[in-house]
């Protein structure tokens, strides 16, 4: 595991205060959400938040009964938010290369969080090395 963010993936109850228990938990234990979310489909409820402290969000999560839970490696990627398309682009060239998306949200400051299989990680970050860190109209000083 590297020492970035890494894809805290708990498994919840799709029932009112099961998000409530899971924000508590970490919270007690000091742990910050970076980005993320939580979704249900079919009475399953699955959260994927970003997280500093790997260790410690899965220890809090699962003293506090709530599991499965996991925590996995992302890989980080930025997209230009006002040229329409790079995800598709992006998304197609990881495709190509092989590597399977198994989660997809964005952190707080505008990353793209992609969470794929350990096998398909070196493959990810190649992809992503090439693809290069985009420079927004923001960066550049443009006012929008």
Do not use: I
């Not at 228990?21 to 970490?26: E, M, R, V, Y």
């Not at 329409?84 to 707080?108: F, M």
């Not at 793209?112 to 970050?125: F, G, K």
Request: glycine share 12%; hydrophobic share 45%; no cysteine.
């Amino acid at each position: 595991m590297s020492a970035g963010p890494q894809d805290l993936e708990v498994h919840l109850l799709d029932r009112p205060g099961a998000l409530a228990d899971l924000g508590q938990a970490l919270g007690e234990a000091g742990v910050s959400l970076e980005g993320g979310g939580v979704f249900t489909h079919d009475g399953h409820a699955v959260a994927h938040y970003l997280v500093r402290d790997g260790a410690r969000a899965l220890a809090a999560v699962t003293a506090a009964g709530l599991r499965p839970a996991r925590v996995r490696d992302v890989v980080l990627a930025r997209l230009e938010q006002e040229v329409p398309g790079q995800l598709g682009t992006l998304a197609r060239r990881l495709g190509d290369a092989g590597v399977n998306v198994l989660v997809q949200y964005s952190d707080h400051v505008g990353n793209l969080v992609l969470l794929v299989d350990d096998a398909d990680e070196p493959a990810a970050r190649e992809v992503v090395a090439r693809w290069g860190r985009r420079v927004t109209p923001r960066e550049r000083g443009v006012r929008a």
